[in-house]
């Protein structure tokens, strides 16, 4: 796919226009190729109104960061954040607007929206919220879910594995990444029956050549980058990453007080910056901005909501990748094989 045009809710978040809008200014410049459909009420984007391969589509709310899902499903009918995922529909000849969509709102709402006007892929339970996080091998590592699913049954986990797994295909063009099942030891007999019963899942899938798994892995294998993918359910995945993010901003401020603590601390920043700002670069959250929502029939990507210009321009980025690499045809494929060549069909939970 050449030119990919993305649907942006340039509403949502903490900060609405004021952050969104500078950074599809960016955006654009770096990606002659891109085009946007900036969504939001057309007065609050009228600065955007003559630029180059935009289009401002009109909404007339906006879903706040603590509006309950039931008033973004059902009174907010015109808010930027469901008119922008409405792009992805497909009309009666199969065209969408748009390829993908962005949003910094309220994710509860956005994965209620998303899940209501696109539907979930045939084999595919949950949708699972997946995103990278940096490792010292100078890549990163994709781990789901991260908040969509608080309670998890084996079947989901294994879907999660299949879903991701198409994600770094289709991102890194690695066709056989190695998935890892988060536990409290690398030992099968380790973790809770849930885990375990995961576990049989995930080597079954392995022994039909869908997946390659690599076995559990701990917390610190995250960072290590052990695996390409790590899976586990929504409220260990949403802890895990808060935390991390919480860490690497610690870091960040402990090293300016100790640096800022004298004039021969500050002397020594000086000498060190260089290593500083690389290692600040290579730890920033923002650069790993943008998860995607998997399991959708259409590619929907959540921005943290205090995303500043800089992370919410990675997030388009990390959308525009997606899409130009059919990532939403390679989920769908790979979901397919999977749920098809396992010798027995897998138990479904209601959601």
């Not at 030119?3 to 949502?12: E, F, I, K």
């Amino acid at each position: 796919m050449q030119r990919v045009r993305l649907a942006v809710d340039c509403m949502g978040g903490d900060h609405g226009p004021s952050i969104t809008l500078p950074a599809c200014q960016a955006f654009l410049a770096n990606h002659p190729h891109a085009e946007l459909l900036l969504v939001g009420q057309p007065e609050a984007l009228a600065a955007a109104r003559d630029w180059p391969r935009c289009r401002v589509v009109a909404a007339s709310e906006v879903v706040s960061m603590d509006d309950p899902v039931e008033v973004a499903l059902r009174r907010k009918k015109d808010s930027s954040m469901r008119v922008a995922i409405s792009q992805l529909k497909a009309d009666e000849q199969g065209q969408t607007a748009a390829d993908a969509c962005v949003s910094a709102g309220n994710t509860g709402a956005l994965m209620a929206l998303a899940r209501y006007l696109l539907k979930t892929m045939d084999g595919i339970d949950r949708p699972a919220i997946a995103a990278s996080l940096p490792n010292q091998k100078g890549g990163f590592t994709t781990v789901l879910d991260l908040g969509a699913n608080v309670d998890c049954g084996p079947e989901h986990l294994l879907q999660f594995a299949v879903m991701g797994s198409a994600l770094v295909t289709a991102v890194t063009e690695n066709p056989t990444p190695s998935v890892g099942l988060l536990n409290v030891g690398e030992e099968m007999i380790k973790g809770s029956e849930v885990i375990k019963r995961t576990g049989e899942l995930l080597r079954a899938a392995d022994a039909a050549g869908q997946i390659r798994f690599h076995g559990n892995v701990e917390g610190n294998d995250i960072f290590k980058g052990t695996t390409d993918i790590v899976v586990c359910d929504g409220f260990v995945g949403n802890v895990l990453l808060k935390a991390a993010e919480g860490l690497g901003s610690m870091i960040s401020t402990q090293l300016k007080g100790e640096f800022g603590a004298s004039w021969s601390t500050k002397l020594r920043g000086l000498v060190a910056w260089p290593v500083l700002q690389r290692f600040r670069a290579r730890v920033d959250h923002r650069r790993y901005n943008g998860a995607a929502l998997l399991g959708l029939r259409g590619l929907v990507f959540k921005s943290h909501g205090s995303a500043d210009a800089f992370a919410f321009e990675r997030a388009l980025e990390r959308a525009h990748e997606s899409a130009r690499h059919n990532l939403l045809d390679g989920v769908h494929d790979r979901v397919a094989a999977a749920m098809g060549s396992l010798a027995a069909p897998l138990p479904t939970t209601p959601a």
